[in-house]
């Protein structure tokens, strides 16, 4: 049976071709995204591993708000604990760390960076072995207005050393880039941007509070353990502040990384899947017709000897076979697809040279994964190939299991009714998107079960006008598709999956397109829209940019809205923080209860879902926690219902001020005064913020065209993931048909 399983193989090859290279592609996807994300992962692990390589410990506050991907927000501590650090018998030497926000503007005028990852201002520090940075040109800064900038950002800025340009912290500085520095192994710590400032001028420029620094890092004698000089250093710390070993600080640094990688990961991967499940319809259909062709084959092997187990056996040996080659291919194409992704990605990440991770559990997983999915497909032609019946060797048959039971109409018209019923509940009731989900997918899974059920009325429907327009070639091709309907429903299946997850997120981002217009008319009451270049950074817009717009003859009216992480009642959240003065004028916030022109520094407005779970009305108190570990009680001011812009609480900016010096909103929202049009007032913002790169200012409606834009370039990688599985879908028809 083996020899014959193989020859079979070799006689019938070009049966199988379509079959290995679906297998292929999917395996080559599912590949490809781990290979690149354990590459990048090891690269992220390496660069921290190196650039802590000689930090013993880790002094810092103990106070910390949560950001997601393992990172967190950590108030200051007292800079003259250096002194009592230092003279610890086990420590060599003492550094302080000071970090803020910063954004560098190329030699285009452009600032670099933005958009998500970090635009950091950090001290540079004077001890080699703590400092995580190695110059690859020029020198350490050593004035106020010099800065050594990454080398990621040197490349991508076309800076060189000697040359002025200006730093954003958020009021412009100008500088001299005196040295390029590489973070560990790598051009950048990541995609972040980092400005590199002496002691002077972190403290000058990076907006920390006088006396404070973020930590200190440590520097152990010859000899002495992490743990020892860890334990020593703790035994004079005050309350409130923490000692970590350096591996325990590596260890952390790397955990942001594989947290993000953790949400990357299953994206990515769901889209292998999605093609690997439009390739499995593709496999049945292929090994049902191999099987139906070569009826008379397996008759004549059962009235020879033959069991219905090795029947049944050779013809899934032959889907190993099919698979595992599948698979190979797969596997090497996903680790050259891998190659060009990680160098594509190389100069975002700032990592540089990537070298690829092919591991183990890699090649186990696409082998496991190309074998079983093919496999599992030519189960049910491999049964059915199996229960022929030796006489069947005397007649021409083809035994293709084309009837339809009635079992299959009663499931899938029981998945149908309550899939839809579900989803109604969701959308229309109070199910949610959870209950829409549900009964989405039992609606897709009564589309795959009832689909040989509605194909014969289907197509001699839809085939009636083709009948009659090319006569016996239309005849003969609507009597082929009824013929079997099994066939033709699991050849149209595979197109369906992949055109219905198309829709899913075509209808998805319509929807978010149109609830963006409608948010942005109904809850912005102003006229002009003023966005810094990090909109969900922590720089924020210039205090000098944003007096200058509200000075503006124009303006009528002017707030700002940003946001930072804090504790409200006990939950790490972000906290928005606005001008409470004007908010209310360029905001629509549906207020319910409060006064907003009593509104002010000591109070938090909440929205009415967050008052109503936790019980509160006006009048109530809420503590709130903030970076540095202060506490405040903070009374209700005022209940609103419009969230979007103000999200569950906000506060006025003069009660975050005294916590985090720095902080500033990153969006502004001004209102024409009487007589302006918005037009006008945007010409005029746009001439008052020309020192400012990176600014965006828009009219409400350019705004909203934005916010669209956006999601549309989302559409576009979802629609470009997705062609796979179309293409997988779109091959497996036309193998279908040819066989």
Sequence with gaps: MLRITFRNLRAHARRFVSTVVAVALGVAFLSGVLVMVASFQRSFDDMFATGTAGTAAVVRSDSTIDLGFG???????????????????????????????????????????????????????????????????????????????????????????????????????????????????????????????????????????????????VEADPGVSQEAVTAAIADVLPDGVEAITGDAYTEESQQIGRDFMSILRPSLLAFALIALLVGAFSIYNTFAIVVAQRTRDAALMRAIGASRRQVLGSTLLEAAIVGFLGAAVGLAAGIALAAGLTALMAGFTGLGATTLQVGLGTVATSFAVGVGVTVVAALVPARRAASIAPVAALREAAVDGGRVGPVRAVAGAVALVAGLAIGAYGALGDGGVAASGVGATLVLLAAIVLGPVVA?????????????????????????????????????????????????????????????????????????????????????????????????????????????????????????????????????????????????????????????????????TVPVTFVDGATEDLTVGLVYGTTTLAGTYFVDIDTVAPHVPQIGPNVMILEAAPGVSADALDDAAEAAAADWPGATIQTREEFAEAQSRSVGQMLVLVYVLLALSIGIALMGIANTISL
């Design 71 to 217: 990172d967190a927000a950590r108030g200051e501590i007292d800079a003259d604990l250096a002194d009592a650090i230092a003279d610890g018998d086990e420590v060599a030497a003492v550094a302080a760390v000071r970090e803020g926000t910063a954004q560098i503007v190329g030699a285009d005028g452009e600032i670099l960076g933005g958009g998500g990852p970090p635009q950091a201002g950090w001290q540079w520090i004077d001890v080699d072995a703590l400092n995580a940075w190695r110059l690859v040109d020029g020198r350490a800064p050593a004035a106020p207005d010099e800065i050594v900038v990454d080398r990621a950002s040197a490349r991508e800025g076309d800076l060189h050393v000697g040359d002025a340009t200006r730093v954003f912290t958020p009021e412009p500085i100008d500088v001299t880039v005196v040295g390029i520095a590489r973070y560990g192994n790598a051009d950048a710590p990541g995609p972040l941007t980092v400005a590199l400032f002496d002691e002077a001028g972190a403290v000058q420029h990076l907006g920390g509070t006088p006396g404070q620094v973020d930590a200190f890092v």
């Design 456 to 620: 014969p009325p289907v197509v001699r429907v839809l085939g009636g006008p083709i009948a009659r327009l090319r006569g016996v070639t239309g005849l003969l091709a609507r009597r082929n598709a009824m013929r079997n309907p099994r066939r033709t429903a699991s050849t149209a299946t595979a197109l369906l999956i992949g055109v219905a997850v198309v829709a899913l997120f075509t209808v998805i981002a319509t929807s978010v397109q149109a609830s963006l217009d409608e948010i942005i008319d109904r809850q912005i009451a102003g006229d002009v829209i003023v966005q810094g270049p990090d909109v969900d950074g922590f720089v924020g817009l210039a205090p000098s940019l944003q007096q200058a717009l509200a000075d503006l003859p124009e303006t009528a009216s002017a707030a700002g809205i940003g946001g930072l992480p804090a504790s409200i009642d006990g939950e790490d959240d972000f906290l928005t923080f606005t001008d409470a003065t004007a908010v209310d004028e360029v905001v629509d916030l549906g207020i319910s209860a409060g006064d907003a022109a009593a509104f002010g520094p000591g109070q938090i407005a909440v929205s009415d879902a967050y008052a109503d779970d936790h019980g509160l009305a006006v009048g109530d």
